[in-house]
């Protein structure tokens, strides 16, 4: 075995841990950054059971909804004030958050068809 090595910033976790029959895996986050900046101008998470009343108000605030695998997921369009849309690049890049330097941090924030261009993936 040889050792190599990898920038700290590269080193991604093990999202999770998957068994089938006898066979145990870990699901590990891949890809590199492509640049897109969807993760830096849109918000995407998991909610509970909506009601009515809370899809004609996301509805009405033209919030993307996306229903997947029995979870309802909202897109909510929030630009970081560190993004500069011309350039398409962070601000503070090499100062910028954990939560940004960490992104993907799991599957579920990762919805393919909220941000497309990302190039990231789990397997």
């Not at 068994?19 to 699901?27: D, E, F, L, M």
């Not at 369009?77 to 954990?98: F, L």
Request: aromatic content about 12%.
């Amino acid at each position: 075995m040889t050792n190599v090595d990898v920038p700290l910033e590269n080193i991604r976790p093990v999202t999770k841990m998957e068994t089938s029959g006898n066979v145990t895996k870990a699901v590990m986050q891949r890809g590199s950054c492509s640049g897109c900046g969807e993760c830096c101008t849109h918000v995407v998470f998991a909610v509970p059971t909506l009601g009515e009343d809370d899809k004609k108000y996301y509805e009405y605030h033209k919030v993307e909804m996306f229903d997947n695998g029995g979870k309802t997921y909202l897109k909510i369009t929030c630009p970081c004030g560190h993004y500069d849309k011309k350039t398409k690049k962070c601000k503070i890049y090499d100062e910028r958050p954990n939560a940004c330097r960490r992104f993907p941090w799991n599957e579920e924030s990762l919805i393919k068809e909220f941000l497309p261009n990302c190039t990231y993936y789990f397997d």
